[in-house]
């Protein structure tokens, strides 16, 4: 595969800059970068979705503008949106993609029983697939990107919000298909993934930094591309919070529960988190992570069971907690059809803060967003990583007693998420409570304690680095597995 001296431009500006790359047969090639670095527009270029404004792309010999289906007809592609059909099964998904490609019936009966059997998903095959976790949809949807036996896979943030065991999952299926000859070109956000690939490219601002293998980049590669990326990505200024009461409870949760008519999502849980403590909340899709959030915040009642957040009984005055409470759920929590000012000026009213002091943090939150200058953007046009950082910001501009976030970092690029846990260390540190859902295990350590959820149960709750001592300092991922395997 050749990429020769591409542009590709929107309006006036360049997404992909002067891009030149050799991709041999037979490659696992990593893509990383900030958001809006142009790694989605370079892999939809690579698949003939997209032309170049200017240059050549050549796949397997083919000419991406002129020899477009040439090169669908060769090549799988699993984007970063739904690209499944919810209302259809599991089993009726695989038929669609098969036949849709030629597939012969004979070879898809044995292709299927391979799939299946690779990514976990036998037992479910008569399930719906909007149904279905985050997790077993990205690997259906390898599954149906794999069912014509490409000889090039592209991939687009294929783990992005998946838990641990269907992120494995998903790594061995594409490991197997490397090792049948396969080229793989993978888009990531994880440095843990990116390590794995015989070589990584990393783009900022359209252009390629670099690309070589892992061990090129130094003694230690997540830093030696942190630091490649750093230039590219703002680094957020700290809260300037006047500093809240930082000894004592800011939650407490006994026995609680949370039923779906006959299903439990959350299953007599209970649990404490001190003020100025950073919890983590961590488990596998549909583990009950956003149920209890929910909870906490009044948004769902509890079946059964007690809450106190920030001093109050979350049941009998669930209005007075909202306003003690922060909250960013896993879509950043905004208006995306307002402007930024729009939105901050939106739950500023929401909490009640009077014109001066709304003015006073507007400024903060637009300094801490690196949106000065920026106010009349309409959010839908701001990267990742600028959406998170406004969700914060509007998040905490009441200064809450109890910060929860959500999945804040999914899909987010390494550098700004390091900036983001520094934020939230720095929220902490002044009183704050902060219980935080992530399905990436490896940010766990940035938190005072953990707590490993599954099924609607509490697994384990301590700090990181005990819970590693328990077994035998491993890291704290394979703890997670550990744990998930005692049970299952």
Sequence with gaps: MTIQSVYR??????????????????????????????????????CAILDPSEGRISVAGFDSVRHAANIHALLGYVPQSYSLYGELTVAENLAFFAEIRGVPRLEFAQRRERLLHFSGLAQFLDRRTKSLSGGMQKKLAVCCALVHEPHILVLDEPTLGVDPISRRDLWTMLFDAHTKGKTIICATSYMDEAARCNRVAVLSGGRLLACQAPKHFGMDFEESVKHLLSPSVSVPRSPDFSTHEVVGEAIRVTELTRQFGAFTAVDQISFTVARGEV?????????????????????????????????????????????RVG????????????????????????????????????SWVLELAGLAGHERKLVKTLSGAIKQRLALGCAVLHRPDVLFLDEPTSGVDPVSRDAFWRLIADIARVGTAVLVTTHYIREAEHCDRVAFIHRGRLLATDAPAALRKRYDGVELEDVFIALMSEIS
């Design 9 to 46: 431009r929107f309006g006036q500006r360049a997404a992909i800059d002067d891009l030149t790359l050799e991709i041999p047969k037979g490659e696992l090639l990593g893509i990383v970068g900030a958001d809006g670095a142009g790694k989605t527009t370079l892999l939809q270029m690579i």
């Design 279 to 323: 919890f983590g909340l961590l488990g596998p899709n549909g583990s009950g992570k956003s149920t209890t959030i929910k909870m906490l915040t009044g948004i769902l009642p509890a079946s059964t069971g007690s809450i106190e957040v920030a001093g109050m009984d979350v049941a009998t005055r669930p209005g007075a907690v909202k306003g």
């Design 327 to 362: 909250y960013m759920s896993q879509r950043f929590s905004l208006y995306t059809d307002l402007t930024v000012d729009e939105n901050i000026e939106f739950f500023g009213t929401v909490y009640g803060l009077g014109p001066p002091v709304l003015a006073e943090r507007r």
